[in-house]
């Protein structure tokens, strides 16, 4: 069965600290998608970002930054230099892989604070 | 920029009534998801359409919940007798294809008194 751990619940940072959210997937497919959703509060799941499972390079995009680790099964996000704006609801999902239909499955989120 | 309409953002209901929610897609995806997510929880798929056949509805509760998608475009969820396990975010997504990745909508949150 597939599943995603988001082990912190709740942090807390002061703007311009950096913050790394972990997420732990469970898979036995060796093709899969991962990816990470933010949700303000105004509600609605913003996507940032998708890797695929035979595609280990870490990826950057402004503050944002992923580091994808098959050995731990691992997608971890970090904000470098967080801002207040980074305060959200961030969720880490999976799903299977190829053309097969199959679900998205998401964490239980980590709500994140950044403190001016 | 494209994105998921829904509506209302906001619903308040009583125990037993019927309500409805409203979804439409970035024009011209033609998968379309309804999610639950309860409150400190991740969104859990209560139905799947691709174009206007459901693919996956094994975790709407299809004794009070129905899903349509008449013409392969908007879609309209309804919970007939409303409970109070009810009460939740509801949110609408939508891709170019199956695989694709998923937009999302603002969201409806539902309030069951």
């Known amino acids: 069965a597939q599943k995603v751990t988001q082990a912190q619940t709740e942090i807390s940072v002061v703007e311009k600290e950096d913050v790394t959210l972990d997420c732990v997937y469970e898979t036995r497919d060796t093709t899969y998608y991962l990816f990470w959703y933010k949700q303000p509060p105004s509600g609605e799941l913003v996507f940032l970002i998708r890797?695929?499972?035979?595609?280990?390079q870490n990826e950057i995009s402004g503050r944002y930054s992923w580091n994808f680790q098959k050995s731990t099964s691992s997608f971890n996000f970090t904000i470098t230099a967080s801002q207040v704006v980074d305060s959200a609801v961030y969720f880490c999902?999976?799903?299977?892989?190829?053309?097969?239909?199959?679900?998205?499955?998401f964490g239980p989120g980590t709500s994140l604070s950044v403190i001016p | 920029e494209a994105e998921v309409a829904q509506s209302p953002r906001y619903k308040i209901t009583e125990k037993s009534q019927a309500v409805a929610f409203w979804c439409d897609p970035i024009?011209?995806?033609?998968?379309l998801y309804w999610y639950r997510q309860i409150l400190g929880q991740g969104p859990e798929l209560l139905v799947q359409?691709?174009?206007?056949?459901?693919?996956?509805d094994s975790q709407l509760p299809k004794d009070r919940f129905s899903a349509e998608r008449l013409k392969g475009v908007d879609s309209t969820l309804k919970i007939q007798p409303a409970e109070l396990g009810d009460s939740a975010m509801y949110l609408c997504a939508s891709s170019f294809r199956r695989e694709g990745i998923q937009y999302f909508g603002a969201g409806t949150r539902l309030s069951v008194l």
């Open positions: 890797r695929n499972s035979f595609d280990e």
């Open positions: 999902a999976l799903r299977k892989g190829g053309t097969s239909y199959d679900k998205v499955i």
């Open positions: 024009s011209g995806h033609a998968t």
């Open positions: 359409f691709q174009d206007e056949s459901v693919v996956d």
